[in-house]
């Protein structure tokens, strides 16, 4: 698939109803990046002593990779298959490139859930040139601009981010029949925690990243759900400069209004790489 196919809409397994009333908090932009090291130190140091704690894996300078978001209520990070039901999956593709600081998430049936009024739309992020832009296609919600930025100023992560996120290695599971590795980054729930970030044996492919819901706008009895991603077809080549092309529905773009108010919004390690 290329970024500008549009795929359709797979069957939703949640409740539409429900579906429109969760509202998720911001996550680091939900695009893998590592939180602030807010670990406690027991914890890392109870992890660190264990004989079959891994090294910290590290990416590599650039990959593309195609995946699926999965909106779901189980504790992730769960074993191959499919969560229990309710659940909300999505198609989607990643693009990094370390040497220009560059990140690209094509998400093909449903965006990221962080906006209020749902996410029923296609979206891609595209993180160029210190800034990120939020770009939303045909199918966007009506009086939503095509192009508007997210974050600014921003970075994507460099390779080595987990060995400085905090993170602690939580346990193995299986992907696709052979052991994923995870780790996680404690932070707590109302700064969109916690975080898990699964690797390959090899140590450099990523296969997953997972984050915590935020509070619900329309009804706050809804309990937090957990967002997972799986990521599959990892091609460790450089992206096609194509893949950064700014749109002219950028040049004159705005800060995007259409997501929630962050509780910690003056909390600068809410909004940046490590």
């Not at 590599?60 to 992730?76: H, K, L, M, W």
């Not at 009804?219 to 077809?233: F, G, K, P, V």
């Not at 990892?234 to 700014?246: G, I, K, L, Q």
Request: hydrophobic share 40%; glycine share 6%; charged share 15%.
């Amino acid at each position: 698939a290329t970024m500008g196919s549009r795929r359709p809409l797979d069957r939703f397994h949640l409740d539409h109803h429900l579906a429109h009333r969760l509202a998720f908090r911001l996550v680091f932009l939900l695009l893998g990046l590592a939180p602030s090291a807010s670990v406690a130190a027991s914890s890392i140091a109870s992890e660190a002593a264990a004989s079959s704690v891994p090294p910290f894996p590290v990416w590599p300078e650039y990959f593309s990779r195609t995946g699926v978001q999965i909106n779901a209520f189980d504790v992730c990070p769960y074993e191959d298959g499919l969560p229990n039901p309710p659940y909300l999956a999505t198609k989607m593709e990643s693009y990094y490139d370390w040497r220009i600081k560059a990140l690209r998430e094509v998400y093909h049936d449903a965006c990221v859930p962080i906006f209020p009024k749902g996410s029923q739309w296609s979206c891609d992020f595209l993180n160029v040139n210190g800034t990120s832009y939020l770009l939303q296609h045909e199918d966007r919600a009506e009086g939503q601009p095509e192009c508007c930025i997210f974050l600014q100023p921003w970075h994507p992560p460099a390779p080595d981010f987990l060995k400085k996120s905090g993170a602690h290695f939580l346990k193995n599971t299986t992907y696709k029949g052979a052991r994923a590795m995870w780790w996680q980054a404690d932070v707590p729930a109302d700064q969109g925690g916690p975080f898990g970030y699964g690797y390959a044996e090899d140590g450099k492919t990523p296969v997953g990243f997972y984050f915590g819901g935020m509070w619900n706008y329309a009804n706050s009895s809804i309990a937090s759900s957990m967002i997972m991603q799986y990521y599959s077809d990892f091609d460790p080549s450089p992206p096609p400069a194509s893949t950064w092309e700014v749109p002219m529905s950028c040049a004159n773009a705005t800060k995007c209004s259409n997501w929630p108010m962050l509780r910690s919004l003056g909390s600068p390690s809410i909004f940046s790489a490590v």
